[in-house]
């Protein structure tokens, strides 16, 4: 029994000697997680103007501009609808959208050389076009062309965020 009493007396006391000394699991973790909001709050994110100017060294030194965002794409509405040269419905005619990187004013050889396709679709049985299209952020001006109608009369709209095109083709 004495044996007994002094192992139990043995581990309590290192028990309590090991509890005392140094910091919890608890405290620490709140120690760390306090030091690293502190670093976030006192973080300075303007870009350095002298390193603006130079060669990145490291990662440490690149910096982005505010305005910056990761779409790389934007969303364009279509409605569409009018009628032929004969003064028909456009019902089930073909419409094509294509996309061309410079903004331009009038339809010539150039663009057409430089025009991307972005979708083939067809107006309704009633005429009408309703369509999404997410356009790349590079592209600068849609082309709008309906098969049967003349070149003059294709549609020509510059490119910004959130733009909706109607139009009446006649």
């Given at each position: 029994m004495n044996t007994y009493n002094q192992y139990s007396i043995l581990i309590t006391?290192?028990?309590?000697?090991?509890?005392?000394?140094?910091?919890?699991?608890?405290e620490a973790d709140t120690n760390e997680m306090t030091k690293h909001i502190s670093q976030v709050v006192t973080n300075n994110f303007e870009p350095n103007p002298v390193l603006l100017s130079?060669?990145?060294?490291?990662?440490?030194?690149?910096h982005v501009k505010p305005e910056f965002t990761f779409k790389t794409s934007r969303i364009v509405k279509l409605d569409l609808s009018?009628?032929?040269?004969?003064?028909?419905?456009?019902?089930?005619?073909?419409v094509k959208v294509?996309?061309?990187?410079?903004?331009?004013?009038?339809?010539d050889e150039q663009a057409n050389t430089q025009k991307s396709l972005l979708a083939t679709t067809r107006f309704d049985t009633s005429g009408q076009l309703g369509l999404d299209l997410d356009i790349p952020s590079h592209?600068?001006?849609?082309?709008?062309?309906?098969?049967?109608?003349?070149?003059?009369?294709?549609?020509?709209?510059?490119?910004?965020?959130?733009?909706n095109v109607t139009h009446q083709f006649n």
């Open positions: 006391l290192l028990s309590v000697a090991l509890l005392g000394c140094g910091q919890s699991e608890r130079s060669t990145a060294a490291t990662s440490k030194h690149l009018g009628n032929d040269v004969f003064g028909a419905s456009l019902a089930s005619k073909a294509y996309a061309l990187k410079d903004q331009i004013n009038q339809y592209f600068k001006t849609l082309l709008i062309s309906v098969d049967g109608m003349l070149e003059e009369n294709h549609l020509i709209v510059p490119i910004e965020t959130g733009v």
